[in-house]
């Protein structure tokens, strides 16, 4: 079949649309590695043992950022061992198992509508609930249970969609086979949306790493290094205690002492944390599609 006549009207249209997309997505790859590549030429240089292993002390004019560093990690996994089990449960029944379609249209609306929400409004919640209603003042604790309520919308919403993907014959047939309905979930749907799950994931720890304004009204801004971490007692008083993030170090560097190239060098250190965490999600999720 001879290939449609177009005139040449259309072909400088498609052409000229062609060059915008062409020109665009290099304009963005090319923004993304300037601003990534200054601040590692900024950043790294700063990046030391003694930054990292120490904990700030006035005294000694000691600037080192371990405290804040344990804190994020404390946030980032203590946070996802909640809200991942929520969120993709939730998805799981609403996607699965609820019967009530109008529920479920009003849930939606309603994730929808709170992973629009600035995340310094559900800070002012997380203080007034957890910090004084709660009587918990400032502690990793708050914080922590502030993330997850505001990262729960967007891990139900990208694994609901995930579960959407996968063909509806792949269930039938599982179920036409004999299994059961947590049987085919288990090893039908969620292996075919693990993708999914893992993009979640993804944009929750970026969130969770990110995040400074609602830390700052809940998990608070000190930096004090806990002794016997590893212990229970050392646990519990990191919990129950206030600590900033390393977004939070950031900012009281920057803005509140003036030293800029820590505040560079923490912004590397976040960047490559957050590409650390991000090809590990990828390579479980790689490993739960082969299993």
Known sequence: ME????????????????FLLYFSAALTC??????????????LPNVTWELLSTEPS???????????LINTLTLIIGTLLIVLPLGVGAAIY?????????????IEFATETLTGIPSILFGLVGMLFFVQALGWKSSIRAGILTLVIMILPTIVRTTQESLKTVPQSYREAALGLGSGKWHMIRTVVLPSSVDGIVTGCILAVGRIVGESAALLYTAG??????????????????????????????????MERGKIETGFAIASI???????INLSAKWVGKKLRRA
């Open 3 to 18: 290939l449609e006549h177009r005139s040449p009207r259309r072909v400088i249209y498609d052409r000229v649309l062609r």
């Open 30 to 43: 090319t923004l993304l590695v300037i601003l990534i590549g200054y601040i590692f030429f900024r950043g």
């Open 58 to 68: 006035v005294l000694n004019n000691v600037i080192g950022i371990l405290p804040n």
């Open 94 to 106: 609403l996607t699965e198992y609820a019967t009530n379609r109008r529920m479920v249209e009003i």
């Open 221 to 254: 801004s000190a930096s004090v290094l806990i002794k016997n971490l590893f212990s229970l007692n050392g646990l519990s008083q990191l919990l129950t205690t206030s600590g900033g993030s390393l977004t939070v170090a950031l900012y009281m560097y920057t």
């Open 270 to 276: 976040l960047m490559l944390l957050t590409l650390i």
